[in-house]
Each structure stands twice: as C-alpha cells, then as structure tokens.
C-alpha cells in the first residue's frame, strides 16, 4: 500500500506541476499583448520626441539671433508645418504661418528679417528667448523667439 500512496502523490505533484506552467504560459501569453502594447506606445513616443526635439531644444533657451534666422531657413526648406513667431522691440512677425491654427501662410520673408532698414529685422548678435506652443492636441503649431 505505501507504494501506492507514493505513485499516487507523485501523479499528483507531476499534474500539479504541469498545471502551473500551464497558468504560467497562459499568463506569458496574455500579458505579452499587453507588453507588446507598451514597447509599441514606448516606440512611437520616442519617435515624436525626436521629431519634436527640433523645436523643444529651443524651449526656454536663449539663442543668438543668427541661430533664429538658421532656424527659420531650414524650416522653410523643410516645408514645415508652424507658426514661428518673431518678437522684437519694433514687431512682431510670423513666418511659414501666421498663427497656430496654420491655415494662413504667412507673407514675410527672410530676406526682411536681415535688412537693418526692416521693422522685422532680426539682430544677428542679439538674444532670443524661444518657446513652443501647443494646441488642444498637444501639437506643437508656434515656436516664438522673443529678443530679450
């Protein structure tokens, strides 16, 4: 009899075994969705950082107004989709778009921002605050750079 009970226990132990790495496949399983989920959000969050690192670096920064003017060339290379708003003792002036809802392109040039003569121009020694503005979304549709 005390063979049995020992067969009988081992049988017990081996079904007790295999069911606890059946829960613990079934929970690798279900929650590998959920960690799936995570590195995929993680991923596409580290994407719109990088994307939006072009304008948060400038963010509370002060830069040289030759930085601002680099700035505003290579967006408008890029075809950017902002509002990039230019403050000055004598104006203020937006460029690509005139505000953030970007619907109206904007009329100013570069070109005006460098002429001394311009109410728009930009002082190439001088210091720009920068600042990034986001709509209800969350999107970033104004960076500003106010002389200081």
């Given amino acids: 009899m005390p063979r049995v009970i020992q067969i009988l226990l081992e049988l017990i132990a081996v079904v007790a075994f295999t069911l606890m790495i059946i829960a613990g496949v079934k929970a690798g399983v279900d929650s590998s969705g959920t960690t799936m989920n995570l590195a995929v959000n993680k991923m596409t969050n580290m994407g719109v950082s990088l994307e939006e690192s072009e304008y948060t670096k400038y963010d509370g920064v002060v830069v040289k107004g030759s930085t601002v003017i680099s700035f505003i060339k290579d967006q408008i290379a890029q075809n950017a989709e902002i509002c990039i708003k230019v403050i000055t003792p004598k104006s203020t002036t937006s460029y690509i778009y005139t505000d953030g809802t970007l619907t109206t392109e ?14 728009a121009h930009i002082e190439l020694t001088g210091d720009f605050l920068g600042e990034v503005i986001r709509d209800a979304s969350n999107t970033i549709t104004i960076m500003t750079f106010t002389q200081q």
Wanted: glycine share 0%; hydrophobic share 45%.
């Fill in 106 to 119: 904007s009329t100013a040039l570069i070109s005006s921002a460098l002429s001394k003569k311009n109410a």
